[in-house]
């Protein structure tokens, strides 16, 4: 009674740009629909990505509530991700280390066009990267840097099967780059499209490139059932200018996606039909077992050029300066949402095939033809709204489109394109997302809104205020706002799987027998300190309530002092923490059976503490430690300690 109370007198404040809130929380019992209760878990995960946060927001559904938010391009304090010596190389590229990036579109890894639970990928759209999270311990586990790009938007939407994750270039850019005018831009720049090939244990590698002309790429997605083998692209700049692209790149009446042959592209490259180019690109590898990332810069790269590769690309003539592109689950369908156009256009698959077969060429870009738009379009949504960004589908033949312009979500029918339904925004919708909306085999009960502007629907903030969620019932005819609730940092694409998919294989804890850190210490008895000139190696150990050793001295200013801090804990969800006075550092905050480091050069003499930072006992306030530090001409011995016991050396 209390909670409707309260309800009744949000919305009135929460709709001030006239728009009714028509079956929203007002409408009947919605807040049942969305309640978890206490110790039950949500039916979904819906993975967020964080924009220009860097990181990917995990929320359960229906819920909305914040479970995790994982460190993937940007370093994050919390969990000393980018701070600790383990994780630094996740962050490494051919520009040195660049602790953050923009992370635009997550994607699940599919086994037969279904999400599988293993793995998800986002890309780094600012420094071209893509990252593979590993979903049974919900961390990043692999970074691999994408040459000759700029811009790594259209990325990184995998296959059928993850036979591979794409990655477009978002931005034209001198090919190989160099120093030339900006104006010369349509001779001297490229558009550039990647393969990264998804092994079975999910390592990724740049398996070739395809060399096209500079337009911008802006979305993917693949195809699927009839259309697997083929990944279609969004382009807009087909004028390809370099200044006031918001007049400068609007001017055609259609621009391209791009349909690309992968298999074709296979067969290409086993005949030996590429040029091998170099390209200097950081791949970086977090393993599990040594709690360690290592990088490793990559030298070269396989490049594909259309023109000598029949078959490999065609153009769609597409309306107009179409954004996202999306494939329905049977994959005949690939709907190009152009963004400053009124319809929304619909290409066909089978359509696309007999043009391809019969040449229906309008004309040649760079040795890629252009098949006539009338040969492939099978038709259009006609006066859904304005400014059509993204389309997810459902599980009964529905699409359901989001249009910036005019802040809604528009339900249509698959085939027949007629509108069924629209319900508003609160606003400015950018992405939406269905369960498996991308997938052959939607779970389509739920449909989240990712909306850019929040203003008024939550208690100000200063100048900035979050982004928002918004989560519908779509299981009905019509389309029930839920619930609202606050993201992240900016969440452009997302994915939703049910929690049975993933929830299986999720780790409690890391084995401490499999521990292979070469600086582990698997027992107290193991805890020691070694001085190597002036480097000093702590070998450290926690478990509830203390570090082994809590008393070092014989470190000298100017040391540099690595903490290898290996947490003893066998239990779920006992995390320590670490960290020191004046470092230049983040804290530590190690999993059970994981070894991590941190590096302190103290820079003058004292007695320093040391303390853990997440509360893991009653005795919490109790786990500390002191470090003696004296000058560096000093002698005093190299000394350790816990309790009574103490070694001198
Ligand atoms: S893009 S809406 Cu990367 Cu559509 Cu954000
Ligand atoms: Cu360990 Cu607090």
Known sequence: MIATFGLLFLP???????????????GDD??????????EY?????????????????????????????PVFSTDGEKGYGFSEETKPMLNTSHGFVPWDDAHHPELSQTNGETDGRWIFINGNNTPRIARIDLSVFETVEIIEIPNSGGNHSSPFTTENTEYVVAGTRFGVPYPQKDVAINTYAENFKGMLTYVKVEEDGAMDVAFQILLPAFDYDLAHSGKGNSHGWTFFTTYNTEEKSTLLEVAASQNDKDFIAAVNWKKAEEYIAQGKYQEVPAKYAHNVYDEKTHMATSTMKDKVKVLIPSECPGLVYFLPTPKSPHGVDVDPTGEYIVGNGKLSADLTVHSFTKMKAAIDNQSFETEIAGVPVLKFE?????????????????EFDDKGNAYTSFFITSEVVKWKVGTWEVLDKASTFYSVGHIMIPGGDSKKPQGKYLVALNKITKDRYLPTGPELCHSAQLYDISGDKMKLLLDFPTAGEPHYAQGISADRIVPNVKKFYPIEENEHP????GEKDARVERNGNEVHVYMTTIRSHFAPDNIEGIKVGDKVYFHVTNLEQDWDVPHGFAVMGANNAELLIMGGQTETFLWEPKSVGVIPFYCTDFCSALHQEMQGYIRVSPRSSNIALKWGLGEEEVVQ
């Open 12 to 26: 009135s404040c929460g709709n001030q740009a006239g728009q009714t809130n028509t079956g929203g929380a007002l």
């Open 30 to 39: 919605v807040a049942s629909q969305v309640y978890v209760a206490p110790g």
């Open 42 to 70: 949500d039916e979904f995960y819906a993975f967020m990505s964080g924009g220009f946060s860097g990181q990917i927001g995990v929320h359960g559904l229906p819920s909305g509530r914040l479970l995790k938010v994982i």
């Open 375 to 391: 040969e492939v379009v099978a038709g259009s949504v006609k006066d859904a709204g304005l400014g059509p960004l993204h389309t």
């Open 519 to 522: 600086y582990r210490a698997l």
